[in-house]
């Protein structure tokens, strides 16, 4: 249930996704601030919660496994296995049928269905005991386990007690979260279409910025903006921004979700709007709406290269400057 922060990560905020008990459970995620007092705590309770869980999922299954030799399942497990063996019948039949079958071909489909009728019965047999095998060790591992271990009430008990040891001190119902980066964690939540809307919680554990954007990027991300204005350590005075997605167009937010770079840009192979540092100062290649040409952009959202190429410009990390789809330097 602990997932690992990714190697190399800044952070020191390990992510819960603690399974959910039942449909009214919506105590699901959380953060853990590992130099916190309570990370002992935390990380033993979510452990003993995941745990738990587990043993419930093997308990279910050995009950499934347990009725695996009634009646209604043997009979619909045999019924299927017929109806597979038949339908081979048939098309060995049709195959039988065919114009200019050679000899060969006809006496290997003709051996096939003189054996089908033994090997539909042994198949028969096979089915039979491994439904009953399942049975048997599902009762046995059913015995040999304590129900109450993991009732619903202790498993919400846990995660009531594991409440106050995590960021803000609560679970939450989101859809979906990623870890900490630099100070924010991504989460979503499904509006009424079902479609993912995200936004951030920050190191309080707050929802800091709503659940409103088709998608966003990580602050500060290393794996994306490797030589960006924002490659520093994390520094809640920086106020870096992201990218955040809406249908087919970028811009980006600053952490408090003021949007800085109005969300108009179309995205062609990144979902994303990355600054990088020029001659000519802070620029970023964006897609112009009505054009559909590449230019280049300022922190003021002002055209400092007008649309100029349909080609999408790349930055080149060895020279330290944009280029063209050949490889020369685009002159800015």
């Not at 930055?315 to 050949?326: I, K, L, N, Y």
């Amino acid at each position: 249930m602990l997932l690992p922060l990714a190697a190399g990560a800044q952070e020191r905020y390990l992510t819960l996704n603690l399974k959910r008990v039942n449909e009214a459970d919506t105590l699901q995620f959380g953060w853990i601030d590992t130099r916190s007092a309570n990370a002992g705590r935390a990380i033993a309770l979510s452990n003993t919660y995941a745990e738990l869980f587990a043993k419930r999922a093997q308990y279910r299954t050995a009950q499934a496994e347990m009725g695996m030799a009634g009646d209604d399942e043997l009979s619909q497990a045999l019924n299927e296995q017929d109806a597979m063996w038949e339908g081979m019948r048939k098309t060995f039949t049709e195959m039988l049928q065919q114009e200019g079958l050679d000899e060969e071909s006809r006496k290997s489909l003709e051996e096939a269905l003189a054996d089908l009728d033994k090997n539909k019965a042994e198949s028969r047999r096979q089915v039979e005991a491994s439904l009953r095998g399942m049975a048997t060790e599902g009762r046995e591992a059913v015995d040999g386990i304590d129900p109450s271990e993991f009732s619903e009430e202790r498993l919400l008990l846990i995660k009531r007690n594991l409440q106050k040891y995590v960021l803000g001190g609560r679970l939450w119902g989101f859809d979906a979260v990623r870890d900490f980066r630099n100070g924010f964690a991504a989460v979503a939540r499904k509006d009424s279409n079902g479609d993912e809307r995200w936004g951030f919680v920050n190191r309080a554990g707050r929802l800091a910025i709503p659940c409103q954007w088709d998608d966003v990027f990580n602050f500060n991300n290393q794996r994306y903006y490797r030589l960006s204005v924002w490659d520093s350590p994390e520094d809640d005075d920086d106020r870096p921004w992201t990218s955040v997605r809406q249908g087919n167009n970028v811009g980006m937010i600053d952490t408090l979700g003021v949007v800085r770079i109005p969300v108009r840009y179309p995205y062609n192979k990144r979902a994303q709007v990355v600054f990088y540092r020029t001659p000519a100062g802070e620029l970023a290649a964006v897609r112009d709406p009505q054009t559909r040409k590449w230019g280049f952009i300022g922190r003021d959202a002002a055209w400092v290269v007008k649309p100029f190429t349909s080609d999408e410009p790349e930055w080149d990390e060895e020279q330290g400057c944009f280029v063209d789809t050949a490889g020369a330097q685009i002159q800015l």
